[in-house]
């Protein structure tokens, strides 16, 4: 199986940052990268496809970058209804999830 | 609208059965793959399962093979996991999800539903 990193686990910021969330591949997964929002008791929302494709209706702030083994999600200018968790998901074969990176506010 | 809406989930004794539902409306179920994905208690996402648009191919995370069986009947709109011989460890909220594709290359999960939690416990 293909292993999935996001480290930190927690990361603390203030509206208005740029927040940059770092997502690992143990091997080469090429583009076949996706991530995920989820706030507390809601499911997941699908924001990136294909490591760097916006998912419609996702605003513009959130982008995605890398190809191999990093990526990047990168919030430009982050707002409050942004405090959430971030997963990253590989698609290359079985898919697995990093094991997220919870953004708080400072 | 596009919606997925799980059913099933419930309290369990360990060692028994329950069959998860996801009835999906608002598109065209019969040319999607579809997953299964939990998620513990104070924990991360895990792939289940998933299956084909016809229900020819399948394929289970390690944690459940040879216990949990995925299905669907097109003709209902609706995705299936059956759950035999549950453990402790099975306790999370269940989601299914719709998979989409970029081209013919990435797939990823699109659209959730809110999830049915399952807990296995004595």
């Known amino acids: 199986d293909i292993q999935m990193t996001q480290s930190p686990s927690s990361l603390s910021a203030s509206v208005g940052d740029r927040v940059t969330i770092p997502c690992r591949a143990s091997q080469n997964i090429d583009n076949y990268l996706n991530w995920y929002q989820q706030k507390p008791g809601m499911a997941p929302k699908l924001l990136i496809f294909a490591a760097s494709t916006l998912q419609s209706g996702v605003p513009s702030r959130f982008s995605g970058s890398g190809s191999g083994t990093d990526f990047t999600l990168t919030i430009s200018s982050l707002q409050p209804e942004d405090f959430a968790t971030y997963y990253c998901q590989q698609s290359h074969s079985t898919p697995t999830f990093g094991g997220g990176t919870k953004v708080e506010i400072k | 609208q596009v919606q997925l809406v799980e059913s099933g989930g419930g309290v369990v004794q360990p060692g028994r059965s329950l069959r998860l539902s996801c009835a999906a409306s608002g598109f065209n179920f019969n040319i999607y793959g579809m997953y299964w994905v939990r998620q513990a208690p104070g924990k991360g996402l895990e792939w289940v399962a998933v299956?084909?648009?016809?229900?020819?191919?399948?394929n289970y995370g390690d944690s459940v093979k040879g216990r949990f069986t995925v299905s669907r009947d097109n003709s209902k709109n609706t995705l299936y996991l059956q759950m035999n011989s549950l453990r402790a460890e099975d306790t999370a909220v269940y989601y299914c999800?719709?998979?989409?594709?970029?081209?013919?290359?990435?797939?990823?999960?699109?659209?959730w539903g809110k999830g049915t939690t399952v807990t296995v416990s004595s």
């Open positions: 299956i084909s648009y016809d229900g020819s191919d399948k």
């Open positions: 999800a719709r998979e989409n594709y970029y081209g013919s290359g990435p797939h990823y999960m699109d659209v």
